[in-house]
């Protein structure tokens, strides 16, 4: 069950990953669904390639946490600190997914907008499957650490 979780998890944090560094190097395929938008249309946050960029780098960072953890790469932290980066970023993506945010999560308000629909759809049950499965690996440490 645990390889099942990390392969999920890696697989949608690698394309989350992916997705970003494009958009940060300038690709548009997506984007017009890759930030959150008012009632009107118009963008509620500015866009810019650093942001994409910072996000993309930030999900490579979690996948190489994850890979760690499970034991399939060997990083220079201790396992204990794996453990506990994994339960926040568990904790992170299980916030962004269940916010109560004006914009995003699924309790947001603004629903009708087209990142609104992709939110609800894609974005946002890909946050809860990487917090819940994020937990799920934590929880069962003992099952990892024996391969």
Request: proline letters at 3%; aromatic letters at 10%.
């Given at each position: ?83 506990i980066g ?33 939110d609800s ?27």
């Open positions: 069950m645990e390889t099942a979780i990390v392969a999920a998890c890696s697989a949608v944090l690698l394309l989350g990953a992916g997705f970003h560094v494009y958009w940060g190097l300038g690709g548009r395929t997506g984007a017009g669904v890759s930030l959150p938008q008012r009632e009107d249309g118009s963008p509620a946050v500015k866009e810019t390639a650093a942001g994409a960029l910072a996000v993309g780098v930030v999900l490579v960072l979690v996948l190489l946490l994850l890979l760690g953890f499970a034991g399939l790469i060997q990083l220079p932290i201790p396992r204990r600190l794996l453990k994994l339960i926040l970023w568990a904790l992170i993506f299980t916030l962004r997914a269940l916010s109560w945010s004006r914009y995003f999560g699924l309790f947001k308000r603004v629903r009708n907008t087209r990142f609104g629909r992709y759809l894609l974005y946002s049950p890909s946050c809860l499957l990487l917090g819940l499965g994020l937990f799920c690996l934590a929880m069962a440490d003992a099952g990892i650490a024996s391969r």
